[in-house]
């Protein structure tokens, strides 16, 4: 059971990139998803979470209008769309994931964590 997150990379200021989270050893339809970040000498942050339905998707208030998930439920993965970098999205980003024990809240998820985290991604944005 295990979370696999990559994409991340190297982009210019106002770039894009998409990054995946592909599951394996478990189907993630019917589990909370969420992407979490940490950047060198800060607590890890929930960015964006979803629980059961899309309108319980959470966004952190830096990533909205820019931030969107996506998930392919043939693929088992999960996707993180990032648009309009900036600097400080520089992180390291990790997908989690956690039943939803009935739990329809983003913010929820983002707050108190999840059971599962996967292997992080660098996103570094720099000129």
């Known amino acids: 059971v295990q979370l696999q997150a990559s994409g991340g990379g190297l982009v210019q200021p106002g770039g894009s990139l998409r990054l995946s989270c592909a599951a394996s050893g478990f189907t993630l339809d019917g589990y909370a998803i969420g992407w979490f970040r940490q950047a060198p000498g800060k607590e890890r942050e929930g960015v964006l979470c979803?629980?059961?339905?899309?309108?319980?998707?959470y966004y952190e208030d830096s990533v909205k209008g820019r931030f969107t998930i996506s998930r392919d439920n043939a693929k088992n993965t999960v996707y993180l769309q990032m648009t309009s970098l900036k600097p400080e999205d520089t992180a390291v980003y990790y997908c989690a994931t956690a039943p939803l024990r009935g739990i329809d809240s983003g913010s929820y998820f983002c707050y108190y964590g999840m059971d599962l985290y996967g292997k992080g991604t660098q996103v570094t944005v720099s000129s």
């Open positions: 979803i629980g059961e339905t899309p309108s319980s998707t």
